[in-house]
């Protein structure tokens, strides 16, 4: 059973995103050092701490400013999509915990998500700059991509417990968690994650390419909000997998909150890993893939839950 803790976890909530969010950025950069062959400990060591010298170092530098820009637009996307962040993991539980325990959790889970959606495509068009309206107009195409299979995976999860509260889709994986008969919902949820965060195979968004993209003119703490939000929609993604197909807090010997950490701290190394491993997907090919495969699957794995749940 999952308690709703109301306001004081609220307080709380931000606190807890924003050290996972450091941790996942710390190891994305040992990560990286590594890979460009500086694998020492002092290396590594420097790749840890690189999250708080990166941070101190916005925190200071000057906000840019471009010709003709809507300032609320271009400067309020970044703040958006931190706030839409949070918010998508008020439905979140930690072990018997969340901050709220909506009867339509799983349905304002992905309402922020869209809401995040729309933040990033305002942060390539209020800068009034040809590299960020193309990393603005990628995050639209990406989104019409993704968007339908995470939907999809999420009616899979809700359907699999009968609700769409998520404290009831956790009470369902008592016996069997959904991972193990939802093994490609779970695969595809997490990909989404990838895609939603635009992270890893799925940064065309803020490409090289295009000079950052939806990055390009922010700079200071424009830049820093606006990263510090996309890391913490990661993590928002990777809380709710735990909770959607790894049972939660369930499992033995270790307190329920111990377990949500624990679970939540694998799958985010996880994504961060593969995010390093596979090369980036070109967008048209992203659109073939999504439209031909994912949803075809994640359809079929929504019929074979509901013949199983009837």
Excluded: C
Excluded at 77 to 93: F, K, N, Q, R, Y
């Amino acid at each position: 059973m999952v308690e709703a803790v109301g306001w004081p976890g609220a307080l709380l909530l931000p606190l807890v995103l924003a050290a996972f969010a450091f941790g996942t950025a710390a190891l994305d950069t040992a990560l990286a050092a590594r890979a460009a062959g500086g694998g020492d400990f002092r290396t590594l060591r420097a790749a840890a701490t690189a999250p708080a010298r990166a941070v101190a170092g916005l925190l200071v530098q000057q906000r840019r400013r471009t010709p003709a820009a809507d300032s609320l637009l271009w400067r309020g996307a970044g703040l958006v999509l931190l706030v839409t962040a949070v918010l998508a993991s008020l439905v979140t539980p930690l072990g018997h915990r969340s901050v709220a325990d909506l009867s339509v959790g799983v349905v304002w889970f992905n309402t922020m998500e869209i809401a995040a959606w729309a933040a990033v495509w305002l942060a390539g068009w209020g800068a009034n700059s040809a590299f960020g309206l193309v990393g603005g107009y990628r995050f639209l195409a990406q989104g019409l991509a993704y968007e339908l299979p995470h939907m999809f995976v999420l009616t899979t999860a809700a359907i699999g417990a009968g609700s769409l509260r998520v404290a009831d889709i956790v009470a369902a994986q008592r016996d069997l968690w959904f991972v193990v008969w939802m093994p490609v919902a779970f695969v595809v949820f997490l990909a989404t994650v990838l895609a939603m965060a635009f992270f890893g195979p799925f940064a065309q968004t803020v490409g090289r390419d295009i000079a950052g993209g939806a990055l390009t003119e922010l700079s200071g703490v424009d830049r820093l909000i606006f990263v510090a939000g996309r890391w913490l929609l990661l993590v928002s993604g990777a809380a709710m997998s735990v909770a959607l197909f790894l049972g939660g807090g369930l499992g033995p010997l270790l307190p329920a909150w111990l377990w949500s950490v624990v679970k939540t701290v694998l799958v985010l190394a996880a994504l961060v890993w593969f995010g390093r491993r596979v090369p980036t997907i070109r967008m048209e090919r992203f659109e073939e893939i999504s439209w031909i495969l994912l949803i075809p699957l994640t359809l079929v794995q929504a019929l074979v839950v509901a013949i199983v749940v009837i």
